[in-house]
């Protein structure tokens, strides 16, 4: 559902409406946020039985998960922005690889960011963010004893924005963004421990996430707002969704999950390629069905081809994309690819 909602966002803002109409689709960044929780939570779900797993198997499956829909998402960017003429001028060699390294975030909107997403494709800044966190998680998990996890976490990623404040940079940002991606992680190992969450279990994540929401309005204090989706508005966005949307899940939980059929049952069809679609509307819909200036060729051929596209990227090239991997990485087996949403870059 998320991954739509995205999505939804770029193409309707895309399309300048007005205020009224395009208000709803305002907030894309909070439903990235939501990715990064439920993330921590799936890679949680997807290790916790696995205590002998090698960090080399756990990085295969993580780099074979994620590279393949974003390596594709990078050559549909560079086939959709040559065919409308502006791959000349936009293409620059260092900012592939830069993506390609996963040092990619959106300049336009924050400062102290190395390397602007790969000819515009806006919605790969999230995917930065995300590697970094898997490759984090491994040792954290392994080697921090387990009472220590939350509470060392929080103090990176308060000290690492402390330190953006004054030199701001993409690591910095992305290490000070660890504690909601370890929250979402912290929920998960409640649920699994308890079967339930409760506000006593999960106290001390929501906590955390409280305190950096605090911290993050620092600069709105000191530095005054500068737009709703500029930098630090946008920073403190972030951290409040995480909480916000923390606190949702165990209060939503304690209710029974009632009405979960009903908002995110109808959206279960298209779960297995949502990671592609996040990837790949962008430059499909976006640069190539708005720019058109054409209803027809948004929503009879542009909207058609991303959902084939994501079908073969999702559900037929990451078979062989694994298969592939396994063998330079000498795995024994190959698991099935059972994504779940955009996070759901965690099988």
């Known amino acids: ?162 330190a953006y404040l004054a030199h701001p940079n993409h690591i910095l940002l992305v290490a000070s963004y660890a504690v909601i991606w370890w929250a979402g992680l912290e929920l998960a190992r409640v649920w699994v421990e308890d079967g339930a969450l409760t506000w006593r279990r999960c106290g001390k994540p929501l906590a955390c996430l409280t305190a950096m929401s605090i911290a993050a309005a620092i600069p709105i204090v000191l530095e005054g707002p500068r737009g709703f989706g500029l930098y ?35 959206f279960a069809p298209i779960a297995p390629i949502s990671y592609a679609i996040y990837v790949l509307h962008y430059p499909i819909l976006v640069r190539w069905g708005v720019a058109s200036g054409k209803w027809w060729v948004l929503l009879g051929l542009c909207l058609p081809v991303l959902l084939l596209a994501a079908y073969l990227v999702e559900v037929v090239g990451q078979r062989q994309f694994n298969r592939l991997v396994a063998r330079v990485f000498h795995s024994r087996t190959v698991p099935e690819v059972h994504p779940v949403g955009h996070g759901h870059i965690n099988s």
Not at 235 to 248: L, P, W
Request: a positive charge.
């Open 232 to 266: 630090p508005v946008l920073t403190f966005r972030h951290f409040a969704t995480g909480t916000v949307f923390a606190v949702m899940t165990v209060a939503w939980s304690k209710l029974g999950w009632i009405g979960f059929r009903v908002t995110i049952g109808p």
């Open 1 to 162: 559902m998320a991954a739509v909602y995205v999505a939804a966002t770029h193409v309707v803002l895309a399309l300048n409406p007005p205020a009224l109409v395009g208000l709803p689709f305002r907030f894309g960044q909070e439903a990235v946020i939501i990715f990064f929780l439920m993330s921590g939570a799936v890679i949680y779900l997807a290790t916790q039985n696995r205590p002998g797993q090698s960090f080399g198997t756990y990085f295969e499956h993580r780099f074979r998960r994620i590279y393949f829909p974003f390596a594709t998402a990078l050559i549909v960017s560079a086939i959709v922005a040559a065919a409308t003429g502006a791959l000349v001028d936009q293409f620059s060699f260092g900012q592939l690889l830069g993506n390609l390294a996963m040092l990619q975030d959106d300049g336009s909107t924050k400062p102290g960011t190395w390397i602007g997403t790969f000819l515009g494709d806006l919605p790969l800044w999230s995917l930065s963010y995300e590697w970094w966190f898997y490759l984090l998680f491994w040792p954290t998990y392994r080697w921090v004893p387990r009472q220590h996890q939350l509470p060392a976490v929080t103090l990176v990623s308060l000290l690492a924005w402390l």
